[in-house]
């Protein structure tokens, strides 16, 4: 809500201009044209578990990702044509040196706002979670190796250490009682 509209801009433009400027210079080298002469590519996507599950004060990041798989979704039924594939991976919190990084625990927009205890208690959950169960660079590489590699990959891929609490239970749950849940976890609801 408080996310200035540069930002936002910014966050599409990186996660969702910038990836397909990126394919659409590719696709010729991937075979979308009328009698290529070698067999077609695959495209794979990262997009993010939040591309399907939504996190408080990250909406302009949630919505690059959301935008991501609709795009991405539309773009494998396209290049059908070609005999191109699509693939979504959506990987949860990734240990990397970003977590370490002052941006990771600063308030910056939200420092003096109604909302600062909550994104403090928010940071500190989220980054506390990722430093300790996060998933290896490795573990990820290897995953995105084994899905490039396979005969027949499905359209799109969740890996997210702790599966049922990080993908299963918030993608069953109503919606109005996942805003209950998280609001409470993070102190936006009182009650």
């Not at 002469?37 to 990262?46: D, E």
């Not at 706002?113 to 590489?141: C, H, I, N, R, W």
Request: proline content about 7%; cysteine-free.
């Amino acid at each position: 809500m408080l996310q200035p509209l540069d930002d936002i801009r910014h966050q599409f433009e990186v996660n969702v201009i910038g990836l397909f400027a990126v394919t659409q210079a590719f696709l010729p080298l991937l075979g979308a044209r009328q009698n290529a002469t070698h067999p077609p590519g695959r495209i794979i996507n990262v997009s993010s578990v939040g591309g399907k599950i939504a996190a408080p004060f990250v909406g302009a990041y949630v919505g690059s990702k959301h935008a991501l798989e609709g795009m991405s979704h539309s773009l494998r039924r396209e290049l059908q044509l070609y005999g191109i594939d699509v693939i979504l991976v959506g990987p949860g919190p990734v240990k990397t040196a970003i977590w370490d990084k002052p941006s990771a625990t600063e308030l910056g927009i939200f420092a003096g706002s109604d909302y600062a205890p909550m994104m403090l208690s928010f940071q500190k959950f989220f980054v506390e979670s990722a430093k300790k169960d996060g998933l290896s660079a490795e573990t990820l590489g290897r995953r995105l190796v084994e899905i490039f590699e396979a005969k027949k990959p499905k359209t799109r891929y969740t890996v997210v250490p702790k599966r049922f609490s990080g993908w299963v239970l918030p993608r069953i749950l109503p919606d109005r009682m996942m805003d209950r849940l998280i609001g409470k976890a993070v102190g936006l609801l009182k009650n």
